[in-house]
């Protein structure tokens, strides 16, 4: 396998844990928060965080290291239209991202004492759970654009 092969695999898996991770995280936190089961919020909350943490994380780091090495290997420049809204998406999932993990370690505490106190999720919970949803969107759509740039390529 050429240097160039294996950066190319490299950047697909990255995008598809990207892509996977980021959609499969927030249905099952969502659709575990909208039960109402204390315990369950916990425990969903706590696998979000690790797969934050196992997953998304190396994925994060990987992408623009593939990245970069597809296109000097290929012979783009990152002046391109396409290379410049790409890496400002990018950019934009990021800023959204890195306080959605902090947003997450935080509801993922307030569920371990809420459940082991016995107790509802306190307000505050819920005010960092829409929070949380709110930079998820614009997160997972400019992912979605990524993508869609990556494989277009598009001209101008």
């Known amino acids: 396998m050429t240097a160039y092969l294996l950066a190319k695999w490299l950047h697909v898996v990255g995008a598809t844990i990207l892509f996977g991770t980021g959609i499969g995280i927030a249905f099952f936190q969502w659709m575990t928060q909208r039960s109402g089961d204390v315990r369950a919020i916990r425990i969903v909350t706590e696998r979000t965080v690790l797969a934050d ?8 780091v990987l992408q623009p290291l593939t990245g970069l090495a597809l296109l000097h290997e290929a012979g783009y420049s990152l002046a391109m239209p396409w ?6 998406l990018y950019v934009l999932a990021g800023a959204c991202w890195i306080p959605v993990v902090w947003l997450q370690i935080r509801m993922r505490d307030l569920a371990r004492g809420a459940d082991a ?9 819920w005010r960092l759970a829409r929070t ?12 979605a654009a990524v ?7 598009p001209v101008g």
């Open 53 to 60: 943490w196992i997953f998304t994380t190396p994925a994060v």
């Open 83 to 88: 290379v410049e809204w790409s890496l400002a």
């Open 117 to 125: 106190a016995g107790t509802p999720l306190p307000p505050l919970y």
């Open 132 to 143: 949380w949803f709110g930079l998820g969107v614009p997160a997972f759509c400019a992912v």
């Open 147 to 153: 993508t869609w740039l990556m494989v277009a390529r």
